[in-house]
């Protein structure tokens, strides 16, 4: 076990080889940034994840120092190890049978190998999604382990008060984290119906109650606290924004098109838990409609024997039944929005080791016709994507697009201004607001919240037009801080055409093109990106 989570770790020190990972990184970054600064979330500072990304990030650069995100780095390899751990503890026991250790290492052993195996941007970044599985985890195993062992009364009712809350919790860093809920109230209908041999209904619908109420807990506490503060009407406006943010997205056969595309490429690479897992899951799933039907038609449970018993031998353990529900419910979360970015893919890696794990033990045990070919499909694709974040990294930015010189560019900022002047960049790349360690101009760190781009979707390439998804309450937004923030450098990105800003030039938008010819000159021009200076008699 120790060998084994010394492996997840190592396998993760690629992690710390850069400063940024990925632009979510850095939103969450210069977001944090500004919070410790005083703003506040949604009103003074924007964007429309939930709030817990934020808070970690804040608490990463208040440990490690402001703009280091090397610290949400650490916290982020420490959340994959705790989410291996627990499903090393849901995983190794079964309902009426003994441990089964080695089914535990092997959930815990395929997480940790096959949560790196895919782009660092994507596998090893500091994202929400490998955030959220940790509680996600850890209500799973609570959900069981009580399962097991049911409290009784009022303390029956703290515990699913407290699975709830975990899984609000999981909400609380990425909105889809909700949908456990379903995985969770799905095992307790199933236990009733099959697991109990008798329907006690008003016993799981107190706990599935208690499980919603908790997991209601953590926003409805969260939004108090921004009642307090003043930023309660400013949280639900952009909370609202998600709806229109899923719905850009795409649907049909374009969504589930890529989809397939994503999963064979992600799946291929993690072809270990995902083809054991699947083909686990839809066995599962099958032995379950045969149980509840035959709940259905009354027939009596039947053990292993063919006797009549209390419960049925026949239905799959208690973790493989959570397993095929989570898997469910993670399926849901991953496809909200039609996107299907790499680090989605976390959501169902989770539940497919889980269900992995038994088959990979019984073929590993078979001897080394089976073992060798296991050993090489996770060692190969590990080896080859650790290899890819560290010494061939010239190889991963030949097969991925090519990145901006961000770092050129930051430096220059950073010379040209003081530690307290604040920047705005025109474009989407907040790495340079962090790189630079500049505080933003502006409540947004990306421009899509104005041209109306929206991520993994075709306004990126222009087939589909961005301005149907433009606000006019937005572009107020962003004068009024202009105005009232007076940046001493707007940074014109879009100039350089980075990340693909090229069809959002300054002219496009004559009213803002004509603030910046009011208040800046411009000074220089690095790497193509045009640095304008505010004129100090607008100040």
Request: proline letters at 6%; hydrophobic letters at 55%.
């Given at each position: 076990?120790l060998a084994?989570f010394?492996l997840?770790?190592v396998?993760?020190?690629?992690t710390?080889a850069?400063p940024?990972l990925s632009?979510?990184e850095?939103?969450?970054?210069?977001?944090?940034?500004?919070?410790a600064?005083g703003?506040?979330?949604y009103r003074d500072?924007?964007?429309?994840?939930?709030?817990?990304?934020?808070e970690v990030?804040r608490?990463a650069?208040a440990?490690f120092?402001?703009y280091d995100t090397?610290?949400?780095?650490?916290?982020?390899?420490?959340?994959v190890?705790?989410?291996a751990?627990?499903?090393f503890?849901?995983?190794r026991?079964?309902e009426?049978a003994?441990r089964?250790?080695g089914e535990?290492?092997a959930?815990?052993a395929?997480f940790?190998?096959f949560?790196t195996t895919?782009?660092?941007y994507d596998?090893l970044?500091?994202?929400?999604?490998?955030?959220?599985?940790?509680?996600?985890?850890a209500?799973?195993?609570?959900?069981?382990?009580n399962?097991?062992?049911?409290?009784r009364?009022a303390?029956?009712?703290?515990?699913?008060?407290?699975?709830?809350?975990?899984?609000g919790?999981s909400?609380l860093?990425?909105y889809q984290?909700?949908t456990?809920?379903?995985?969770?109230?799905?095992?307790?209908?199933?236990?009733t119906?099959?697991?109990?041999?008798?329907a006690?209904w008003p016993w799981?619908v107190g706990?599935?109650?208690c499980q919603l109420a908790?997991?209601?807990a953590p926003?409805?506490l969260?939004?108090?606290?921004?009642?307090?503060?003043g930023?309660a009407?400013?949280?639900?406006?952009w909370f609202r924004f998600?709806?229109?943010?899923v719905?850009?997205?795409?649907?049909?056969t374009?969504?589930?098109?890529r989809?397939l595309?994503r999963?064979?490429l992600?799946?291929?690479?993690?072809l270990?838990?995902?083809a054991?897992?699947?083909?686990?899951?839809?066995?599962a799933?099958?032995?379950?409609a045969?149980v509840?039907?035959?709940?259905?038609r009354?027939?009596?449970a039947?053990d292993?024997?063919?006797?009549?018993?209390d419960?049925?031998?026949?239905?799959?353990?208690a973790p493989?039944?959570l397993?095929?529900?989570?898997?469910?419910?993670?399926?849901?979360?991953?496809?909200a929005?039609?996107?299907?970015?790499?680090h989605?893919?976390?959501l169902?890696?989770?539940?497919?080791?889980l269900?992995?794990a038994?088959?990979?033990?019984r073929?590993?045990?078979?001897?080394?016709?089976?073992r060798?070919?296991?050993v090489?499909?996770c060692a190969?694709?590990?080896?080859f994507?650790?290899?890819?974040?560290t010494f061939?990294r010239p190889?991963?930015?030949a097969?991925?697009?090519?990145?901006p010189p961000t770092?050129e560019v930051a430096?220059?900022?950073?010379?040209l201004?003081?530690a307290?002047d604040?920047i705005?960049?025109?474009g989407?790349?907040p790495q340079?607001y962090?790189?630079?360690?500049?505080?933003m101009g502006?409540?947004f760190s990306?421009?899509?919240?104005v041209?109306?781009?929206?991520?993994?979707?075709?306004?990126?390439?222009g087939q589909?037009?961005?301005?149907a998804?433009?606000?006019?309450?937005?572009?107020?937004?962003l004068?009024a801080?202009l105005?009232?923030r007076?940046p001493a450098?707007?940074?014109?990105?879009?100039a350089a055409d980075?990340n693909g800003?090229g069809?959002?030039?300054l002219?496009r938008?004559?009213r803002?093109?004509?603030?910046?010819?009011v208040?800046y000159?411009?000074?220089?021009?690095r790497?193509?990106?045009?640095l304008?200076?505010?004129?100090?008699?607008?100040?």
């Amino acid at each position: 076990m120790l060998a084994i989570f010394a492996l997840g770790a190592v396998l993760r020190v690629p992690t710390f080889a850069r400063p940024l990972l990925s632009d979510d990184e850095a939103i969450y970054g210069v977001t944090a940034d500004a919070m410790a600064r005083g703003d506040l979330l949604y009103r003074d500072v924007v964007d429309h994840k939930p709030p817990a990304i934020y808070e970690v990030y804040r608490a990463a650069f208040a440990l490690f120092g402001r703009y280091d995100t090397q610290g949400a780095h650490a916290l982020v390899v420490l959340a994959v190890l705790l989410t291996a751990a627990f499903l090393f503890a849901i995983a190794r026991v079964r309902e009426g049978a003994k441990r089964r250790d080695g089914e535990g290492l092997a959930a815990a052993a395929l997480f940790l190998i096959f949560s790196t195996t895919w782009h660092d941007y994507d596998a090893l970044a500091a994202n929400c999604e490998l955030f959220l599985l940790a509680p996600q985890a850890a209500a799973a195993w609570w959900l069981l382990r009580n399962l097991r062992a049911p409290a009784r009364g009022a303390r029956g009712g703290a515990v699913h008060l407290g699975i709830g809350a975990l899984i609000g919790i999981s909400a609380l860093f990425k909105y889809q984290g909700v949908t456990f809920l379903a995985a969770s109230i799905g095992m307790l209908a199933w236990w009733t119906i099959v697991v109990q041999g008798r329907a006690p209904w008003p016993w799981a619908v107190g706990r599935a109650l208690c499980q919603l109420a908790g997991a209601l807990a953590p926003p409805a506490l969260t939004l108090a606290w921004y009642a307090h503060a003043g930023n309660a009407a400013a949280a639900i406006d952009w909370f609202r924004f998600n709806f229109s943010y899923v719905g850009a997205g795409l649907t049909g056969t374009a969504a589930i098109a890529r989809g397939l595309r994503r999963t064979l490429l992600i799946g291929g690479v993690a072809l270990v838990p995902y083809a054991l897992g699947i083909a686990a899951a839809i066995g599962a799933a099958a032995a379950m409609a045969r149980v509840v039907r035959r709940r259905a038609r009354r027939v009596p449970a039947r053990d292993g024997d063919g006797r009549e018993a209390d419960v049925d031998d026949r239905a799959p353990p208690a973790p493989v039944v959570l397993g095929v529900l989570w898997l469910a419910s993670a399926v849901v979360a991953l496809a909200a929005g039609g996107r299907f970015f790499g680090h989605y893919f976390h959501l169902v890696l989770a539940p497919l080791c889980l269900l992995a794990a038994a088959p990979f033990v019984r073929l590993w045990n078979a001897g080394w016709s089976r073992r060798a070919p296991l050993v090489a499909l996770c060692a190969l694709p590990a080896l080859f994507f650790f290899a890819l974040a560290t010494f061939a990294r010239p190889l991963a930015a030949a097969l991925d697009e090519r990145e901006p010189p961000t770092a050129e560019v930051a430096a220059r900022i950073a010379a040209l201004t003081a530690a307290d002047d604040r920047i705005f960049v025109w474009g989407n790349t907040p790495q340079l607001y962090l790189l630079a360690r500049r505080p933003m101009g502006a409540r947004f760190s990306s421009c899509n919240f104005v041209t109306g781009e929206s991520p993994g979707t075709p306004t990126e390439s222009g087939q589909w037009s961005a301005d149907a998804n433009q606000s006019p309450a937005r572009w107020q937004m962003l004068f009024a801080d202009l105005e009232r923030r007076r940046p001493a450098l707007f940074v014109d990105a879009a100039a350089a055409d980075w990340n693909g800003y090229g069809k959002y030039p300054l002219a496009r938008y004559p009213r803002l093109r004509a603030y910046v010819d009011v208040h800046y000159r411009p000074v220089e021009v690095r790497a193509g990106v045009v640095l304008y200076r505010r004129l100090e008699r607008t100040k």
